[in-house]
């Protein structure tokens, strides 16, 4: 009787021990092959992050002249806009200048360091704009929305409700030429982060431009 409850406790215990081995074996293979597809979702990850960066760097002659094109473009709406702090009458135009300011810098040094990654050209930095009087707007006059020498130290010369009015009247043509510029890369570039910037300046210019026409009476 004895022998007999042995046997069926050995049993009982060799039962339990193959059961746990094929539990364990079972983890293992579940683990490896848990670890094999996060190693293959891994890799694919960064093949996918190193496509997206190969075509986020993929650029046209398009994206290099929306680039050195409105460098210059914003720094010109800088300087103006730095005028309106000394010379403005108006809160609202005072505002919108510390806004313009605020966007456009940004931009500018953005856009610079695309130039620098692509090997091409950066328009000087204008950092002394505003601070050289006669300085020379003509190198960019021809460029859509852009002001000449003469319109320039109008700006300048001008103070109170007068610099508010050609303030306006000026940035709303500066703005357009803007949107003019942007609105064709949206079209015809490559670089994504490019077309993205082109998208927020017709975007956000566009709004500026209806804000500035109320503030002139036009609307």
């Not at 997206?52 to 914003?74: C, K, L, R, T, Y």
């Not at 135009?93 to 090997?119: F, N």
């Not at 009087?133 to 109008?154: I, L, Q, R, V």
Request: include cysteine; glycine fraction near 10%; proline fraction near 2%.
């Amino acid at each position: 009787m004895r022998n007999t409850r042995h046997l069926t406790r050995r049993a009982t215990l060799t039962a339990t021990a193959v059961t746990a081995a094929l539990i364990l074996a079972a983890c293992g293979n579940d683990s490896g092959s848990a670890n094999s597809g996060s190693g293959h979702e891994g890799h694919g990850s960064a093949s996918s992050s190193a496509s997206a960066e190969v075509a986020a760097g993929a650029h046209n002659a398009q994206d290099v002249s929306f680039a050195q094109g409105m460098i210059p473009h914003h720094q010109q709406a800088l300087e103006m806009a730095k005028l309106a702090a000394g010379r403005a009458s108006s809160a609202k135009v005072k505002d919108l200048a510390a806004r313009i300011e605020k966007a456009q810098d940004p931009e500018i040094q953005t856009m610079s360091g695309w130039l620098k990654s692509w090997g091409e050209d950066v328009p000087a930095s204008d950092s002394s704009m505003g601070s050289m009087p006669g300085m020379d707007h003509s190198a960019h006059s021809g460029m859509s929305g852009m002001m000449d020498s003469e319109d320039m130290d109008k700006l300048e010369k001008a103070s109170g409700t007068d610099f508010d009015t050609m303030f306006l009247t000026m940035m709303v043509d500066h703005h357009k030429g803007a949107v003019e510029m942007a609105t064709t890369e949206k079209s015809k570039g490559k670089y994504g982060p490019a077309t993205a910037m082109a998208d927020d300046i017709v975007t956000a210019q566009t709004a500026e431009i209806t804000e500035m026409n109320k503030l002139l009476g036009k609307n």
